[in-house]
């Protein structure tokens, strides 16, 4: 029973496309995430959720727009993609008063061409 | 000055080796500490947290915090090769709503 699921695993797609990466989770968490891992491992939160209410939003270019219809599901989608943006795209949940103990899901591997 | 920092590696020991991994930090307001490991091509999973200074134990894996000298290590006894990942260290200001910084990671090898 996956615990935090992304779809898609992998994502190959040409500059300048519109794309999304759904994630949902089923621990029943209040908080859900989005973090973005480049090429040399380094993990950086890029939006976070708290019951469907931005909470953090760090300086992501507004290219990218989280939605969260509701607080088990949070989708990212990403305009006009750049070559930048190839990354592995990590969504995570957490209890609301436990932000240390945050559930990561498989990752979506964005390549951009 | 970076909020975190963690040397990379690579690292590589061993079996039955004992490992310690470290970062340095920067903001002494920082509360949580915390371990994720990182198999190849899969999402973090939680190791091991501390609040505050001190030790805490989980099998194999010894957690240690020094807020003095901001300094954080992870300990691992008798390494397994199936401790083989990427160690991230990740820090916190509070339990509640702030993010987690994470270190850049090291890279552990065990060789059996």
């Known amino acids: 029973d996956t615990a935090v699921s992304q779809t898609p695993k992998y994502l190959v797609t040409q500059m300048g496309n519109d794309k999304s990466i759904k994630c949902e989770q089923n621990l029943g968490h209040d908080t859900m995430y989005w973090y973005k891992q480049d090429s040399k491992k380094f993990l950086k939160i890029m939006f976070s959720?708290?019951?469907?209410?931005?909470?953090i939003n760090e300086t992501v270019p507004n290219r990218f727009s989280p939605k969260s219809p509701d607080k088990a599901h949070l989708n990212l989608h990403i305009n006009s993609l750049e070559l930048g943006d190839s990354a592995v795209y990590f969504c995570a949940s957490s209890p609301l008063d436990a932000t240390y103990e945050q559930y990561f899901g498989p990752g979506t591997r964005l390549t951009v061409t | 000055q970076k909020e975190v920092e963690q040397d990379p590696g690579p690292l590589s020991v061993p079996e039955g080796a004992i490992v310690s991994l470290n970062c340095t930090y920067s903001n002494s307001a920082f509360q949580y500490f915390m371990w994720y490991r990182q198999y190849s091509r899969k999402g973090p999973e939680l190791l091991m947290y501390?609040?505050?200074?001190g030790n805490k134990e989980d099998g194999r894996f010894t957690a240690q915090v020094d807020k003095s000298s901001k300094y954080i290590s992870l300990f691992i006894r008798d390494s397994q090769p199936s401790d083989s990942a990427t160690y991230l260290c990740a820090i916190s200001l509070s339990g509640g709503s702030e993010k987690l910084v994470f270190g850049k990671g090291t890279k552990l090898t065990v060789n059996p």
């Open positions: 959720y708290n019951n469907k209410e931005l909470i």
């Open positions: 501390t609040y505050s200074s």
